[in-house]
């Protein structure tokens, strides 16, 4: 008999191990749908990506005027007085300046952000979308030592997280602190992975996974 109680005591411990293994998996995927396959050099594979008034991919002339891929930026941005090389959204000039810019990544007189409101370079640079006990809030303490965020979750829609970002909390976290990023586990779970993808396509997604059982 307790040999009988050990072997179904196995056996539910490993149903519960495939179960959950099997709902990592399916998220992840969920999640890395909103990418395109890139080389080791950044290059993006297959289609091509444009943006409004960009010269995006270089050998490309066949794109669609206003597509733009999630979380990928182009090669090279053009704006109507310069081309931008993609390092430039990752330099300490082009976050000091995003505040310049903030009113234009929202519909005309409303709070709602723009469908690619940061098609003109990133808005949040980071969000922390899963999962669950994966060591989310440790990161996230980590990471506020360059960013200015509250060590907590934050699941709002991406607008009032841009709010946020730029309103509420640099003055508590400091202003010095030039990137922007929140975490939200449930994301990767959740219809809010799309919304984010919608509104801010070139937001960088980290998503923490772990051994079901441990």
């Not at 490993?14 to 099997?22: A, E, Q, R, W």
């Not at 979750?153 to 010095?176: A, M, R």
């Amino acid at each position: 008999m307790k040999c009988t109680f050990t072997v179904t005591v196995a056996v539910a411990i490993l149903v519960c191990s495939l179960n959950c293994v099997y709902r990592s998996i399916y998220f992840t995927k969920r999640a890395l749908k909103y990418y395109v396959q890139q080389d080791t050099s950044g290059r993006i594979i297959g289609d091509n990506v444009s943006i409004n008034t960009a010269a995006d991919m270089e050998g490309t002339d066949d794109n669609k005027e206003g597509q733009v891929r999630p979380n990928i930026i182009t090669s090279m941005i053009t704006t109507n007085s310069s081309t931008q090389p993609v390092d430039y959204f990752s330099s300490h000039e082009y976050r000091k300046n995003r505040n310049e810019t903030y009113d234009s990544w929202f519909k005309p007189g409303t709070d709602m952000l723009l469908e690619n409101a940061d098609k003109n370079g990133p808005i949040l640079d980071f969000a922390i979308t899963g999962f669950a006990k994966c060591g989310t809030t440790t990161l996230e303490a980590n990471l506020g030592y360059i960013a200015p965020m509250p060590i907590a979750d934050v699941c709002t829609l991406p607008s009032q997280t841009v709010y946020y970002s730029y309103n509420n909390w640099p003055k508590e976290y400091g202003e010095e602190k030039l990137l922007r990023g929140t975490k939200c586990p449930m994301f990767i779970s959740s219809g809010f992975i799309n919304t984010l993808s919608y509104h801010l396509p070139r937001t960088k997604l980290i998503i923490g996974i772990r051994h079901p059982v441990s």
